[in-house]
């Protein structure tokens, strides 16, 4: 009897069957909304990865100068950074200030002559609803500025102490995984570190030069608020695809108040320096740095975009770079045994 029922009660169908049949799926569904909670926490976290590697990456390059231990190459990293940091906000921090607020007030006559120019009487409609609102409106933007700021804070706190002990991390993360998967996992976590600093080192130089050939374009252009543009190109560099979509509108909004046939020359500019970029600049770094694959690269964006918004898009690039690196050393590599190219790995 007791035999009996129990096989009864195991069986398919039976009320003790449906029970944990159905505890099971609660929890499958608990654990997902659980972890879809929580997702924007994660890339916070990947977030400080990102600042740790490049503050890593600046600590070497500290170390192989000066020959200092690890941790005060990579302190003496963070002092220079630091130090550049408030020498150009105090040499520039004046002029770029003015520079953005006369951007920011030319915005508006720039929305103006477009409207006259194209004859959209709507835009002066939506202007008058914005200016009577505007007091809802702040209000309504001071939490999502606090919640950018909170986020910047623990971007910028995280990344710091994962700088001073990644080892510390990365090996307490790894005692989470079974005992025969670690090295595995190690090597793999360790290949994705040095394919996403690659890819920012990469990454920054470009932000570089297309801030600097945009000021320079502007300037002789003679297109107000040069150094704020180049500025906000030089940023949104960070953001394939879309960033340079996004710096140019502003740039033509001024353009366009500026009159002639200035809107075209801009236009012009912003389309040579994307195709320099592209033909020219882009494959001489990713000789020494990361290729990503462009459609790959877009529908993370878009995705991620659209799962989590503005930090799925700013993260979406090099979350994918690691995650790349990662499914071909786990997956290509470790389980079907075929040979294919990580970045960082001497041939």
Sequence with gaps: MPAGSKSSSNRIGSPLWIARATAVAAGVVLLV???WSVAHVFLLLFGAIVLATVLRAAGDGVKRLTHLPTKW????????????LSVF???????????????????????????????ISVMDSLRDQASLNWLGRVLGLAPGIAGVLSSLIVVVVGGLFL??????YRE???????????????????????????????KLIAMSVIGVVTYIGLCILGVPSALALAL?????????????????????LIAVAHGGVTVWWVAGLYL????????????????????????????????????????????????????????????????????????????
């Excluded at 700088?163 to 510390?168: D, T």
């Excluded at 993360?173 to 890819?199: F, M, S």
């Excluded at 906000?232 to 033509?252: C, M, Q, T």
């Design 33 to 35: 909304w659980m972890a």
């Design 73 to 84: 190459s990579l302190l003496l990293a963070e002092l220079l950074i630091a130090a550049f």
């Design 89 to 119: 906000l105090f040499l520039l921090g004046s002029q770029i200030a003015s520079e953005f607020s006369s951007l920011a007030e030319q915005v508006p006559d720039a929305l103006s002559a477009v409207g006259n120019r194209f004859d």
């Design 163 to 168: 700088a001073a002990q990644p080892e510390m």
């Design 172 to 202: 307490g993360t790894l005692k989470l995984i079974p005992p025969a998967q670690r090295d595995a996992l190690r090597t793999a976590v360790l290949k994705a570190g040095q394919a996403l600093r690659l890819w920012l080192i990469g």
């Design 232 to 252: 906000v190109a030089g940023i949104l560099e960070f953001i394939p695809f879309l960033g340079p979509i996004i710096s140019f509108i502003p740039a033509a």
């Design 272 to 347: 040579l320096i994307q195709q320099a970029e592209n033909n020219l600049l882009v494959p001489l770094i990713q000789q020494h740095t990361v290729e990503l694959p462009p459609v790959l690269g877009l529908f993370a964006i878009v995705m991620l975009g659209v799962l989590f918004g503005l930090l799925g898009i700013v993260f979406g690039v090099p979350l994918t770079v690691a995650l790349m690196v990662l499914v071909k050393q786990l997956y290509l590599r470790d389980t079907l045994g075929e040979e294919t190219h990580i970045p960082g790995e001497k041939s």
